[in-house]
């Protein structure tokens, strides 16, 4: 099979699944709302039948009422502290004492902007708050019945040293203390919770630890050219890594029981996470709010706290950069949130492959360059054999137009003359396909490795490219890349004699540039450097087919 013809073959199933993908995106079935679950929430959307933080709804702030990081605006009787760390500013709602807004001090909105990304926000239009409870018996000696408004010292919280606890505090007549604590590190996007629950009261106390991501619905993230994913994500002791989009949500409520597991909000780069005790059994859900909210989150272990006695639950939230080493020490399976999907098992080493060269020269466009190298002679081999194999075929070009003389439209005898013809010559047809086939999961590993990775957003290359993870913006590189594959189709004589594959051949490098105009611009460059060492070596393979006698050409 011809190189050409493969490459066509290819390309147009992969931009026929990406039209179908956003086709679906656009116009395909609005999913069914569960009138039944909505009904059976609590006002929040945490676990029904319950009576802290998850048995009023929180009130978002009011879209035309801008926010400011350093505004603490009494709500409700309640207030926002702020802390601020090296790489968080948070503001931290005193009733429920959730959090309300998340901006990432390390990582820009766009390049050069003072502007920290916004990963939580407390705005109606786009609610995402990361909210968490106590849940328990009712009663005057349990928990509260309605939100709690906690007491802090101060309003607003500095990271001085390496650490910095931010305690929140609640405590009834008869009482029952719970202490809300958030602890944060430097250098670090996870934020320690730990309840002390001190029970003085008279009577045994049983609650339960929860936390939930609660987000406005919205449209998936992405499109064709940015096939990227916005949605929830959980793990389990069978599924180390599961989506659940906002579809799924509204048509189905999860209800997952496992030992440890984790609940996630994703985005391109970034992502938000609830991670409850490892080593217990944990309860995760997920449920729509009013036709307008999706929430995931997870319930804790009960556990009795009796008279005299105190107790302390824990768990963590990420909010932070999908960075996978950072990911994987905190749960199992929370590293695959950067989603590479089937080829994650190739994608992870080619990744780490490629922060060990970026380690080494220091630039990311420099490592993309390398690795392809790297990946491109490795797997020269199966090029060689793939260009002997073609040039072969392309040698039996006149023989097989004589076949085709000789039987016309005669499928059957054509094909049992071809066969014939292939025996007779010790030529496999497939002998050029099935090379390109096993390099395929390599190269479409490394494309999501340069999709989903966090370290190419904002990464620098050199003169117009300053950030590898958005398009080209005089799109250089999609021109060249345009270029590189006319001149692959120069090396490479067309034998097909049909006039519309001939057109659709010869237009391909032009449909395939133009596609790349809206890639980023470190795709765009590994495949325009994978194009050339392909070019390189052809030339090689078919130089050294003309010292042998082949005829390539």
Known sequence: MESQRSFLVIGLALVSFLLWQQWQIDYGPAPVQDVTSEQQLNDSGAPSGTSDSASSEFVPVDESTPVEPSVNRPENGAQRIRVLTDTLDLLIDTRGGDVVSAELEKFPVEQGSDMSYSLLRAQDAALYVAQSGLIGTDGPDALPTGRPVYSVTQQAFELQGDSLSVPLTWTNEQGLTITKTYVFERDSHTVGLEYTVTNNTERSAQVQAYGQLKQTLAQPEGNMFMPTYRGAAFSTQEERYEKYSFDDISDTNLREVTEGGWVAMLEHYFLSAWVPPQTEVNNLYSRTLNGRYAAIGFTGAPVVVEPGQSTVLSSA?????????????????????????????????????????????????????????IVKGAMYPLTKAQYESMAKLRALAPKMQALKERYGDDRQKMSQGMMELYKKEKV??????????????????????????????????????????VKDP???????????????????????????????MQWMPVMMSIFFLWFPAGLVLYWLISNVITLIQAKLIYASMDKRGIKTH
């Open 317 to 373: 939230l990420y909010l932070g950069p999908k960075d996978q080493d950072t990911l994987a020490q905190l749960a199992r399976g929370l590293d695959l949130t950067v989603d590479y999907g089937i080829l994650w098992w190739i994608s992870q080493p080619l990744f780490a492959l490629l922060q060990f060269i970026h380690d080494l020269v220091g630039n990311w466009g420099i490592a993309i360059i390398v690795i392809t190298i």
């Open 428 to 469: 496999n047809p497939m002998g050029g396909c099935f090379p390109l086939l096993l390099q395929m999961p390599i190269f479409l590993a490394l494309y999501w490795v340069f999709l989903e990775s966090v370290e190419l957003r904002h990464a620098d290359f050199f003169l117009w490219i300053t950030d590898l993870s």
């Open 474 to 504: 005089y799109f250089v590189l999609p021109v060249l890349t345009g270029a590189s594959m006319y001149l692959l189709q120069k090396l490479q004589p067309m034998t097909v004699t049909d006039p519309m594959q001939q057109k659709i």
